[in-house]
């Protein structure tokens, strides 16, 4: 909720009036001139505030136009879309307060001088001092700074900054990270920082919690203890993407994509390099006893991760894009750039079957491992253990599907309908959307169904496909997350606004916008959602109250997080460092 406007309208007409007197009185009155603006003008803006700012652009002044064009003055113009900024982006009245007014000014929808003369006014009314600088019928001709008479914009010396009783830039500008940032919340506790010597591109915690594995883009992996201290540096053929601990954590797979994989051991020691082909792709079986890669010969291929040796080369018409084991591991799917299925038997490492002749985007099998949904053109349902196909899918050409966890229930999406059907083929549900179905989701525990089109994001309960919630997005999600027990719901997007829903009401519990893609992890128990991006803020959120615990600042953009198993420890990856804080 907005502050009282006095002190809001305050804060934005002193940097309104900051803004006016180092860069001229014509300078906030060019829209493109916006981002060069905020970029130049307030280099120790904090890196947050400008990202959101840049980010939130075309909200804000879509936001204030739609205000005017309903009859609403500038002030109360202004008032509404800094609340509206305020819970959407997490910054508080202050700082939207400033932000908004920027905007008001650039658009043309309000003069500074004007606003703030209003603002000065307000000020004295409730027994403020008033701002410096405040007089001056228009402030920036008639202050007495040399630079405010000069007629081009000019950057005033250090000798002529403003009198001692007014705030500096320096001064202003940090009660702005202050007023970003902090936000109330403490700051998160950190354990230590893992270093690379370049942007670091992926990283992951062994089963146990007691290593860490990084990978960059100076070509090396490095291992470290929970601790933070490194145990062994690994030399790689470029960037890589990937780093897997195989099940039991005794090895580490690590990927550079169109180059090579390699497998170490715990001491890190490499046990063999997977280049020839160039590799794309490398799993274990959920046993851990077998490793499969994939590459441009036309070929997947098996090996022991024990010995490391090659147990059998399994051949395709064309390059395998991707391959998965099933969740028993008594059977492989491949996928090859043909959009061809082939279903093997790992252990014989024998061909059982081709899932069909036509193009497939997507191979997945049922929770238990019975049966495999091929989604493609047309989508098509296997049994997993003989290749036998059933025919009631023959003719449906799906663009997304999914399995119910916990059993041989699947969902399917053509057009804009999608079906609930058992395995036999019945009906269960239907449910329509406005446009085309694009994605689906079920909950970890199959008690809700989450379904995406262009115009929309529903939620249903499948055991009834009864009227669905929707959930009111300022843009599509491109991404969500359920927490493990299926009663919260993380959506996010590339806008950069992330929310936590309630699944039974589909309540808002949690709304933050965060500059452009955003990473997103539930703790282990599932109590706190970690949320950050582009801004460089991670905030640690109460998943069950939707309260934001404590918040995490970094440099530049985060890129990922990651839960450590026990939950004691969270890792953000963000430019060329991972640091772990206290959970």
């Not at 959307?433 to 089109?453: C, E, I």
């Not at 997350?481 to 590339?494: E, I, M, N, P, S």
Request: charged letters at 15%; proline letters at 7%.
């Amino acid at each position: 909720m907005a502050a009282e406007p006095v002190g809001d309208a305050s804060e934005a007409a002193a940097a309104l009036r900051e803004i006016a007197g180092e860069f001229g009185a014509d300078a906030l009155s060019r829209p493109d001139t916006m981002q060069s603006l905020l970029a130049d003008m307030l280099p120790e803006t904090p890196r947050v505030v400008r990202l959101l700012v840049a980010a939130a652009e075309d909200q804000v002044a879509d936001t204030l136009r739609q205000h005017v064009a309903r009859g609403l003055d500038a002030g109360t113009a202004i008032k509404l879309t800094s609340a509206a900024l305020a819970e959407a982006t997490m910054l508080v009245p202050g700082a939207c307060a400033w932000v908004t007014g920027v905007y008001a000014v650039a658009l043309g929808l309000v003069d500074q001088h004007q606003l703030a003369a209003r603002a000065d006014q307000a000020g004295q009314q409730a027994g403020q001092a008033p701002p410096p600088f405040v007089q001056a019928p228009p402030p920036v001709v008639q202050a007495p700074p040399p630079v405010v008479q000069a007629p081009q914009v000019v950057r005033a010396p250090q000798a002529q900054a403003p009198p001692p009783a007014a705030p500096s830039s320096a001064e202003a500008r940090n009660q702005l990270i202050h007023a970003a940032g902090v936000h109330g919340w403490p700051t998160g506790q950190i354990v230590t920082s893992l270093r690379h010597r370049g942007p670091v591109t992926a990283m992951a915690f062994s089963p146990a919690g007691d290593t860490i594995a990084t990978g960059g883009a100076d070509a090396a992996v490095r291992l470290w203890t929970a601790a933070g201290v490194e145990r062994s540096r690994l030399r790689h053929d470029g960037e890589v993407t990937t780093v897997t601990f195989s099940p039991d954590g005794s090895r580490l797979v690590t990927l550079t994509p169109g180059k090579a994989a390699r497998l170490w051991d715990m001491t890190g020691k490499e046990l063999t390099r997977f280049s020839r082909p160039s590799i794309w792709t490398a799993v274990f079986s959920p046993d851990g006893k077998l490793l499969a890669s994939a590459g441009e010969d036309k070929a997947a291929r098996l090996w022991d991760p024990v010995t490391a040796g090659e147990i059998a080369q399994l051949a395709h018409d064309s390059w395998v894009r991707t391959l998965s084991f099933s969740p028993t591991g008594a059977r492989l799917v491949t996928l090859d750039f043909e959009q061809h299925v082939v279903l093997w038997d790992p252990a014989s490492a024998t061909k059982l079957q081709r899932l069909g002749s036509g193009p497939a985007s997507a191979a997945k099998f049922s929770q238990d491992g019975s049966l495999i949904l091929t989604v493609g053109t047309p989508t098509r349902l296997w049994d997993a253990g003989t290749g036998a196909e059933h025919r009631w899918l023959r003719r449906l050409n799906a663009s997304a599907g999914a399995f119910r966890p916990g059993s041989t229930q699947l969902a399917v999406a053509a057009g804009r309908m999608v079906w609930l059907c058992d395995a036999s083929g019945a009906e269960l549900a239907s449910m329509a959307h406005g446009q085309d179905v694009t994605a689906m989701w079920f909950s970890p525990d199959g008690g809700r169904l989450v379904t995406m089109s262009a115009d929309e994001t529903l939620l249903w309960d499948p055991a009834t496909g009864t009227e669905p919630l929707r959930l009111p997005h300022p843009h599509p999600p491109s991404h969500l997350r359920f927490r493990q027990d299926g009663v919260r719901l993380a959506t996010y997007g590339k806008d950069g606004t992330l929310t936590l829903w309630d699944t039974a009401s589909g309540q808002q519990l949690v709304r933050a916008f965060h500059a452009g893609q955003c990473s997103v992890s539930f703790s282990p128990d599932g109590r706190w959602l970690a949320h950050g991006g582009r801004a460089g803020i991670v905030l640690a959120s109460d998943s069950w109250t939707g309260t934001t615990r404590s918040w995490m600042r970094h440099d530049v953009a985060v890129t990922g997080l990651a839960y450590s198993p026990d939950g004691s420890r969270l890792a953000t990856r963000s430019g060329q460092t991972v640091t772990l804080w206290v959970s």
